[in-house]
C-alpha cells in the first residue's frame, strides 16, 4: 500500500539581479514529502516528475523531467528544475525554449516511491512569478512593433538648462529634469561646477555660496628644515593649504604656486621652532608674481608667526600677520 498522499512544497525563483549575459538554465525548488497522516517521509529515495503546462493546469505538456532524489531527517529534498533526466513526452527539452512571456504556466508535481504503483499526480500549482531570467532570454527575438528597428537607438544625450535631450532616430525627446537637485552642476576638463545659487552643507537655508553648518576641515602639512647647512625648499600646490613651518634647525623656502592658476587660493601659515632656533621662512613668488609688492616674503622674528596670503588672480598679497612669543 503507498504510504504517502501529501506533499507540501515551495517554489524558488532564481534571483533576477544576476547579469544580463548570464541566462540560467534551472530553477532551484525544495520540497518535503509527506505521508497520509501528515508525517515526514524521511531518510528516504524518492522519483519526482516535474511538469510545466501551458495556460491551464490541464493544458499543453511543454516540460517534463525526472529526478531521483533523497529526503533528509526532516523529509525535505532539493532539486533543481531544468537539470534533471527530460523525459522525452513534452514540447521542449529545456526550459529556456518556453514562451514566458505570452502564457500562463502551470507546474505539476507526480511522487514515485520504491514501492510498486508508479507516479502519483499530486496537483498541479500556477507560477505567478515569471521566472524572469528566462524571460530576459527571449529579449533579443522580441518583434519589432513600429517595424522601425533603429528608431530604439539612442544616438545622443545633451544637456539644455534643466533639460536633457536624447537623440533618437532623427528625433530629439526633451526631459524636464528641473526636480533633480544636481541639475545645475556641470563638468569640463578640470573639474566639476555650480556658477548659480548657493552651495550648503548641513543646512537648508545657504546664506552665502558655500555655507557649511558644522564642523569644518582644513589640510594640513607640515614641513621640517634640516641642519644640514643649507637652506630647505619646498613648493605649494592646490592639496595644501594650512602649513606647520618648523625651522628649529634651518630656514627654509617656500615656492607659491602661479597666482594666475590659484585665483582666489588662501594659504595659512605658522613659522615655528622651538629652543634657541630662529631661522627664517621665505616666501618666494612664482615666474616673476610678487608678494605685497616684493618678489619674496621673509618672516623671521624672535618668535612664533602666524602668516595668511592669497591670491588676486595676478599676485598673492599678505591679509593677516601676527606673532607670539614661543
Not at 533579443?140 to 528608431?151: K, L
Amino acid at each position: 500500500m503507498r504510504n504517502y498522499a501529501l506533499f507540501s512544497f515551495f517554489f524558488l525563483l532564481l534571483k533576477n539581479s544576476l547579469p544580463a549575459q548570464f541566462v540560467p538554465d534551472a530553477i532551484s525548488y525544495q520540497a518535503v514529502a509527506r505521508n497520509v497522516g501528515g508525517n515526514e517521509i524521511v531518510n528516504q529515495s524518492l522519483t519526482v516528475k516535474i511538469g510545466i503546462t501551458e495556460d491551464t493546469a490541464e493544458g499543453l505538456l511543454i516540460y517534463e523531467e525526472i529526478h531521483d532524489v533523497v529526503t533528509n531527517s526532516f523529509g525535505l529534498f532539493s532539486l533543481e528544475i531544468g537539470r534533471g533526466l527530460v523525459s522525452g513526452n513534452s514540447l521542449f527539452d529545456s526550459l529556456t525554449e518556453l514562451d514566458w512571456h505570452t502564457h500562463k504556466h502551470f507546474l505539476r508535481i507526480e511522487i514515485d516511491t520504491p514501492e510498486p504503483g508508479g507516479f502519483e499526480f499530486l496537483g498541479a500549482t500556477e507560477l505567478i512569478a515569471v521566472p524572469y531570467a528566462f524571460h530576459s532570454h527571449t529579449a533579443d527575438s522580441a518583434p519589432e512593433i513600429d517595424g522601425d528597428e533603429h528608431n530604439e537607438l539612442i544616438s545622443g544625450i545633451t544637456v539644455s538648462g534643466t533639460d536633457i535631450l536624447f537623440e533618437e532616430g532623427g528625433n530629439t525627446t526633451s526631459l524636464d529634469a528641473s526636480g533633480i537637485a544636481y541639475k545645475t552642476w556641470q563638468e569640463n576638463g578640470s573639474g566639476i561646477y555650480h556658477d548659480a545659487s548657493r552651495v550648503a552643507i548641513g543646512t537648508q537655508q545657504p546664506k552665502s555660496s558655500l555655507h557649511v553648518q558644522g564642523s569644518y576641515s582644513s589640510a594640513i602639512a607640515t614641513f621640517i628644515a634640516v641642519n644640514d647647512g643649507a637652506t630647505d625648499n619646498f613648493s605649494l600646490d592646490e592639496s595644501h593649504q594650512v602649513l606647520i613651518c618648523n625651522v628649529t634647525d634651518g630656514d627654509m623656502n617656500i615656492l607659491l604656486p602661479s597666482a594666475i592658476a590659484a585665483s582666489g587660493r588662501i594659504y595659512q601659515f605658522r613659522r615655528y621652532f622651538s629652543g634657541q632656533g630662529n631661522y627664517a621662512v621665505t616666501l618666494i613668488g612664482n615666474s616673476g608674481q610678487t608678494i605685497d609688492g616684493a618678489a619674496q616674503k621673509v618672516f623671521n622674528s624672535p618668535m612664533n608667526e602666524y602668516m595668511t596670503v592669497i591670491s588676486d588672480g595676478a599676485n598673492w598679497y599678505v591679509i593677516a600677520h601676527s606673532a607670539e612669543q614661543p
